[in-house]
């Protein structure tokens, strides 16, 4: 997983504009964030067809902002430049609840 400290509009633009991408916002603060690391390879394994993004939420507040992230962990999928989906709150999150979310945008 790429990992992105600070994400602008044109940033994400080119890294949304094409298949399917996953953005998790996290903070190396975050023990909730923590909690998926370990699981996140398996994730990426398991949804292969996507590139997942890890972005620094702290370190591109003004994107979360306009992104209206609230809460992390938290992730947004883009398919072909358009957002498909988010599970975007402040509650820790398991690999199923990922995975689940992930499943339900096909």
Same mark, same amino acid.
């Given at each position: 997983m790429e990992q992105i400290k600070e994400l602008n509009k044109e940033k994400l633009s080119e890294i949304t504009k094409s298949g399917r991408v996953v953005l998790e916002f996290s903070a190396d603060w975050c023990p909730?964030?923590?909690f998926l690391d370990p699981f996140l390879p398996e994730i990426e394994q398991d949804f292969s067809e996507s590139k997942f993004y890890q972005i620094d939420r702290d370190g591109s507040?003004? @994107?979360? =902002?306009?992104?209206?992230? @609230?809460?992390?962990?938290?992730? $947004? $999928?883009y398919q072909d430049g358009e957002e498909i989906?988010?599970? $975007?709150? &402040?509650?820790? &999150?398991? =690999?199923?609840q990922v995975e689940d979310f992930l499943r339900s945008l096909d």
């Open positions: 909730d964030c923590h507040i003004d @994107m979360a =902002k306009e992104l209206n992230i @609230m809460g992390i962990p938290s992730f $947004v $999928v989906g988010r599970l $975007v709150n &402040k509650d820790r &999150k398991t =690999k199923d």
